[in-house]
């Protein structure tokens, strides 16, 4: 059974920081593109950040300069470090996991709330 728990949401002040942590089990962590996707309310979900099984990684323009994403494959976690917030960070944040052989496998984890506010 694949899990992806997410956790270190929580209420931050504006221009505060966040590490957002997501540990997945019941998959082979390092062949998995890993990715960080959050949803406001009455908006769409938006990939935030995705890094691949390389290492390689990619962050919206949104976030990019105050967001960095990392993994530890020995801990079968990704993380998502968020510096400098801002009250348009605030979401639901949802980790994913992504893999595409012959099929595209996909999980998600269920969510952890950011909200940036004074």
């Known amino acids: 059974q694949v899990q992806l728990v997410e956790s270190g949401g929580g209420l931050v002040q504006p221009g505060g920081s966040l590490r957002l942590s997501c540990a997945a089990s019941?998959?082979?962590?390092?062949?998995?593109?890993m990715g960080w996707y959050r949803q406001a309310p009455g908006k769409q979900r938006e990939l935030v950040a995705v890094?691949?099984?390389?290492?390689?990684?990619n962050l919206a323009n949104s976030v990019k300069g105050r967001f960095t994403i990392s993994r530890d494959n020995a801990k079968n976690t990704v993380y998502l470090q968020m510096n400098s917030l801002k009250p348009e960070d605030t979401a639901v944040y949802y980790c994913?996991?992504?893999?595409?052989?012959?099929?595209?496998?996909?999980?998600w984890g269920q969510g952890t709330q950011v909200t940036v506010s004074s």
């Open positions: 994913n996991a992504e893999r595409t052989v012959v099929y595209k496998y996909t999980y």
């Open positions: 890094i691949s099984s390389g290492g390689t990684t």
């Open positions: 019941g998959i082979i962590f390092r062949d998995y593109a």
